[in-house]
């Protein structure tokens, strides 16, 4: 049975445009799952840099390791997750009390390694100053 699956498998990719038989092998997974930044703090001299995320409760550590280094190139140190229940909430209409909830949700916590630190620049950035004198001039 599974031989003739993937006999009639490659029957069908033989009968596609070829532009398109190229582009199977290159599907990208971890972009459809979203990471939305809440907070950040920047690394001190005792302290790294770390960062809060929203994320979908399905996504594990390694996956946000994985889609923080890969896509990013981010160097993450440690990563900690916590799980949120939704809101629930009660809607009192004229005739009907409609009880709704929130989604679930999961936060993930992100310490990044020594390697991503502020260089203490600041407000100097090489060339910036030289370019606005040439502007006023």
Known sequence: MFATIRLLSN???SLLPKQQRINQGYKMWMPSLPL??????????????TAQFRILPKMTKHEVREYLTKIYDLPVKEVRTQNYLGKRMRIIGK??????????????FVVF???LAD??????????????????E
Not at 36 to 49: F, Q
Not at 99 to 106: E, L, N, S, V
Not at 127 to 132: C, P, Y
């Open 11 to 13: 029957t069908v990719t």
């Open 36 to 49: 939305v930044l809440l907070t950040a703090t920047h690394a001190t001299p005792s302290n790294p840099a």
């Open 95 to 108: 005739r009907h009390i409609v009880y709704a909830k929130r989604p679930d949700y999961k936060k993930a």
């Open 113 to 115: 390694g020594s390697e």
């Open 119 to 136: 260089v203490g620049l600041g407000g100097e950035v090489p060339g910036l100053q030289q370019q606005r004198d040439e502007d006023d």
